[in-house]
């Protein structure tokens, strides 16, 4: 009894045995198959690829040998129309550097004759001695100066000598001046009498 159910289970896990092999078998077989299909199959599609790339290739390389002449011969008819019209330029004979010379010696004539006509001497103003008499008032000092030209407007001589002391005695005023300027002479200290009166004798006021 024993001997028949040890049979059984070996005949049995005999035949599970076979039908596992089996099954690794055509499992093995359907990867070899899948795996030769998807080589095949890059294998194909890498190289239509690189059929397309070098077709490409080609046809950029002839388009750029087509475009080459074309470019030069433009080029060569381009430099050709440049180079007329330069040769027909007319050129001047006449130096340029003639009219800044002209332009100099009419400057240096028009500075030779303003030298002509200048004045042969700037003299100085003469002195002029003016004598203010003592206890004199500012009207009376002020129609003095207006007398002799030395102030052009007496009312704003009085109007600035106002509570301010005149000195007696003679004054030298000399050229055009301010009011502020008499103002300062007259009640500075006066010239000295005798040479006041040598120069008024000697006619340079």
Do not use: W
Request: no cysteine; proline share 6%; charged share 30%.
């Amino acid at each position: 009894m024993n001997r028949r159910i040890f049979l059984f289970g070996l005949g049995v896990g005999i035949m599970i045995g076979a039908g596992l092999l089996q099954l690794m078998l055509i499992g093995e077989k359907q990867a070899d198959a899948l795996s030769e299909e998807n080589a095949s199959t890059t294998k194909s599609y890498t190289q239509a690829e690189l059929d397309k790339a070098v077709s490409d290739e080609r046809a950029r390389i002839q388009a750029e040998i087509k475009k080459q002449p074309e470019a030069e011969s433009s080029d060569s008819e381009t430099g050709q129309s440049t180079d007329e019209p330069a040769s027909d330029k007319p050129t001047s004979d006449k130096p340029v550097s003639d009219k800044p010379e002209a332009n100099s010696s009419v400057s240096h004539e028009s500075k030779t004759n303003t030298g002509q006509h200048r004045p042969a001497g700037d003299s100085k103003p003469a002195r002029l001695i003016v004598r203010i008499p003592p206890n004199t008032s500012i009207v009376d000092t002020a129609e003095l100066l207006a007398g002799k030209g030395v102030i052009p407007d007496k009312e704003a001589f009085i109007d600035l000598m106002r509570k301010r002391t005149i000195r007696a005695g003679y004054f030298a005023f000399q050229g055009k001046l301010s009011l502020d300027q008499v103002k300062s002479i007259i009640t500075s200290t006066p010239l000295d009498p005798e040479a006041a009166k040598q120069e008024i004798a000697a006619g340079k006021n």
